[in-house]
């Protein structure tokens, strides 16, 4: 890991103008080319645009920031809505910072700029134009949705428009049922038709890749079309949902595979589901068990069954660091162990940043969780 | 077999099917400072899937717990890489070992007997890779008693697909290479060999191509009528060490012109290939390799210069000479430095020339290509004269520090219309902040996946023998003259500067 350099909050607030932020720019790289200790370079490749909720969570994400950068060099905006209460003269605020750190290579110091702007609410439609007016020209812009609520989606859209990219996470409302269906209509409605990410997919590519590794061997492919049955249980923090990566999860399977489904139903912290595949009926259970403290949270295992045939299994175990998958076919078992991935909000926003195009993948496995979801929410749907 | 359906998608990262790798040199050098510390970092990465097998040989007897217990400290200590208990544990499960005698035709069937066997314990499905990373000179005797023993035969009793990788040195001249070939060709069909050059693994030289052809503005001024000349450098700073006797065999020539500093000089000068195929890509290379002037022996006297390292000062320490180390015959006219002007005989380049140099002892480690751009044809800042003569250059740094910078002209500021050259940076681990993984851990990848192409094909490494055969049979008779010495720590000797100076060029400073 990096050495990261504590963000330079440069202090007062600066006039929301182009032309007045890039002069407080250029003054900053002047003074830390002069005065910083040891070389500095400015490096830059794509706009990180960031909405949060409030002035609080725009100080929990600027460390978030710095690991970031770390991978892609950014000029990021952070912009939040002032509460009508808090009372100010001027409708806008910004003000800027670096984030610094020292490469692995060694060498300068890498830094990137950050702006924060915060908007009154009665300013609030104007921050679209503010903001984009504080990006550094042909590179692409990435927008995070860090606010979990959607409660002002014509911001979201005039934002989304002049992006390249949408980052959401689902599992930030993983206790608000109803936002949890808005976030997941929103990635199917896709705002202003660009690329959409929700960082709660992002949690299930190891998944996705240890059970797509059972049926790479040649002696086990045929029964990714003979699955019969599959088992996803995940400790609660919120007892009573539904995890939305089971849902993605299982959405995942069924539009890789092809499955039609059948039938939804659920009952408190469990849920089932019937499809119908091309070789027979697939039932897909789910489990929730209560959270214990110092478990992983998130799924817990998965397990896969081809009839009675072959048993593929993938899990954390409590206290480990690595996920193991066993697969046990014709009577002998193969196990397979690999260290469990930093799953924290920087590493997931890399991961996505790293691959910016549209995810078909994650579209189609969307689209049926939102079925799910819906069903789930208003049985009469099905 | 339809291809995994749960493997669509660009974000599932490619997954080879289970195999055996049979490691014969499998308690050698090369196994252990790259082979098993980028198998275990592929492994770590869930890159290869549970039921991958190592299967290492060795002449001394071992037990597998031994040779395992052995690997992990290989791992542990050597690579910089600690291992942690539970996924070393689920990685050396998949590890054997054979203690054999490579030469003996009777331990093949052994070998034969243990693969199957991992067939049905490992789900392996007679998937097999043959990894040859022992002396060049057994490499004869392991491919045919691997063709003996029918180890070669894909997809028949119960066997997979079945591939070879061949470490360079591959022949060490045009006929050894070529009788080289023949044998392997006798055994196994060409898509079945994997010739390594682990350059081609770095990031970086997979770059140029993706710089060259996924940039529209690079490629209409990529040629004679803007580009001067190009300069390719390997420079290493450190001597033959221990070395020595190996390296009175290689040479320069031998060592890096043949194989490394001709394939990068291949992927600078390659016509666009129509996709990124490994046919399209592999013929484009052979094709700009077929196209390099061969030398006449009054070329290689006009147009090369080698040479050997003397005493000097690297890092503040006195160095040894070449003729002082240990296993180097005193009177050795082993060259430690090459450099050598080539001339491409096609439109794109028709007498521009590609110089190469590299050499041991050198003032630094670096490895880059540069392209440096012709003048402007009519220069207007007359009162500016010292930047005159300065031409635009991109380097690519290959190692270390790998990037890519273009030096232009830009204006001082102040009143007076005064320029200097000033460098745009792009520095892989400040850009994308990324630890690179190492060349090895793709190569190794590509082959399970059955990918060669950034493996050498035969007509390229024969055309590159070819190449430097007159350079071998000059130089090997030559008695007469002595060998130019350069100074450890420089940048060679002056007879390198005065191969560029004749034709008002110089080597870059690096």
Redesign the interface.
């Known amino acids: 890991m990096n050495n990261i350099i504590p963000t330079a909050n440069l202090g007062t607030p600066v006039e929301v103008n182009v032309a007045a932020i890039e002069k407080e720019l250029r003054a900053f790289w002047k003074t830390a080319g002069e005065t910083g200790q040891g070389a500095v370079l400015r490096a830059c490749s794509c706009n990180l645009l960031a909405f949060v909720q409030n002035r609080e969570k725009a100080a929990t994400f600027v460390p978030i920031l710095a690991k970031v950068s770390e991978w892609h060099p950014n000029r990021s905006v952070i912009a939040y809505i002032e509460p009508d209460e808090i009372s100010d003269a001027r409708d806008m605020h910004a003000w800027i910072s670096a984030q610094c750190s020292a490469p692995f290579s060694g060498g300068p110091q890498v830094c990137c700029e950050a702006i924060t702007l915060s908007a009154h609410s009665n300013a609030r439609l104007n921050l679209p134009d503010a903001l984009l007016a504080l990006v550094v020209p042909d590179l692409p812009v990435y927008l995070y949705w860090r606010s979990f609520r959607i409660t002002d989606k014509e911001l979201m859209e005039r934002m989304a428009r002049s992006s390249n990219l949408l980052i959401v996470d689902s599992h930030q409302s993983r206790e608000d049922p109803q936002n949890r269906l808005q976030i997941l209509q929103l990635l199917v409605d896709q705002p202003a038709g660009i690329a959409m990410r929700d960082l709660n997919w992002s949690r299930l590519t190891a998944w996705r890749d240890l059970i797509a590794q059972f049926f790479d061997s040649p002696a086990t492919s045929r029964y990714v079309y003979e699955i019969s049955e599959v088992e996803i249980t995940r400790n609660l923090s919120a007892p009573g949902s539904i995890p939305t990566r089971t849902l993605l999860l299982t959405g995942w399977l069924a539009s890789s595979l092809g499955w039609q489904r059948i039938s939804a139903e659920r009952s408190g912290d469990r849920w089932s589901s019937r499809w119908m595949s091309g070789t027979g009926e697939v039932r897909v259970n789910f489990t929730g068990t209560e959270y214990q403290s110092r478990q992983v949270p998130g799924i817990s295992s998965v397990t896969l069954r081809a009839g009675d045939k072959a048993e593929f299994s993938v899990f954390v175990e409590q206290g480990s660091h690595s996920f193991s998958a066993i697969s046990s076919v014709g009577g002998s078992g193969l196990i397979h162990s690999v260290p469990e991935e930093a799953l924290d909000e920087a590493s997931l926003l890399i991961r996505e940043l790293s691959q910016a195009g549209e995810d078909v993948v994650f579209k189609a496995a969307l689209a049926e969780a939102y079925e799910l979801e819906k069903v789930f929410r208003h049985p009469s749907s099905l | ?2 291809a ?10 490619r ?4 195999s055996s790798m049979v490691i014969f040199g499998g308690s050698g050098d090369l196994t252990r400072r790259k082979l098993i510390p980028a198998l275990y970092r592929l ?4 890159m290869i ?3 991958f097998t190592i299967i290492g040989m060795a002449r001394t007897p071992m037990s597998n717990e031994a040779y395992r217990d052995r690997l992990r400290a290989w791992v542990d200590k050597d690579a910089g890489n600690p291992s ?1 208990s ?2 070393w ?2 990685f050396a ?1 998949g590890i054997q070992y054979m203690a054999a005698d490579y030469h003996n035709p009777l331990i093949y069937g052994e070998l034969k007997k243990l693969l199957a066997e991992q067939d ?4 392996t ?1 007679g998937n097999r890779i043959y990894y040859l990373a022992t002396s060049p000179s057994d490499y004869p005797d392991i491919i045919r008693n691997l063709g003996a023993n029918g180890m070669r035969q894909e997809y028949t009793d119960g066997a ?1 697909w079945i591939r070879i990788i061949i470490e360079k040195p591959f022949g060490r001249d045009l006929k050894s290479a070529q009788e080289l070939s023949e044998i392997v060709s006798s055994v196994f069909g060409e898509e079945q060999v994997y010739r390594i050059d682990h350059y081609l693994g770095k990031e970086t030289v997979q770059n140029i191509l993706v710089f060259r052809f996924a940039n529209g503005i690079f490629e209409p001024i990529w040629n004679r009528q803007h580009i001067d000349h190009v300069q390719i450098t390997a420079a290493e700073n450190i001597g033959v060490g221990g070395r020595g006797a190996y390296y009175e065999e290689a040479g320069a020539l031998r060592d890096m012109v043949q194989n490394h500093a001709l394939q990068l000089l291949a992927l600078v000068a390659m016509e666009p290939p129509p996709d990124f195929s490994p046919h399209a890509v592999r013929s484009e290379k052979a094709k700009v390799l077929h196209s390099i002037r061969a030398f006449t022996p009054e070329d290689v006297h006009r147009f090369s210069v080698r040479a050997q390292y003397a005493r000097g000062l690297i890092g503040g320490k006195e160095t040894r000479g070449y003729l002082e180390e240990q296993g180097v015959a005193p009177d050795s006219r082993t060259e430690t430095f090459a450099a050598i002007r080539f001339n491409i005989d096609n439109w794109r380049w028709a007498n521009i020339p590609f110089y190469i140099r590299t050499g041991k002892n050198l003032a630094k480690r670096v490895t880059e290509i540069a392209i440096v751009f012709q003048r402007p044809p009519h220069f207007i800042f007359r009162q500016a004269p010292t930047t005159q003569g300065e031409s635009n250059v991109l380097a690519f740094r290959i190692q ?2 790998e990037g890519i910078t273009l030096k232009i002209i830009a204006k001082l500021p102040g009143q007076a219309m005064e320029m200097r050259p000033v460098n745009m ?1 792009f ?1 892989y ?7 690179l993984a190492d060349a090895y851990e793709r190569l190794l990848l590509d082959c399970m996946t059955g990918d060669p192409t950034l493996f050498d094909r035969i007509d390229s490494v024969e055309s590159a023998w070819s190449l430097m055969q007159p350079f071998l049979d000059v130089w090997g008779s030559d008695r007469s003259s002595a060998i130019p010495q350069y100074a450890s720590g420089s940048w060679g000797p002056v007879q390198a500067e005065e191969l560029l100076a004749r034709e008002n060029r110089s080597w870059r400073l690096l």
């Open positions: 077999m339809e995994n359906p749960l493997r669509h998608g660009y974000r599932m990262r997954s080879p099917e289970p492994s770590q990465q869930r899937p549970a039921g942690d539970e996924t544990n689920a499960q049905v314990t490992r789900r499905g997979g270390p520090d940076d520095r681990g400040s850009t994308f902040g990324l630890h």
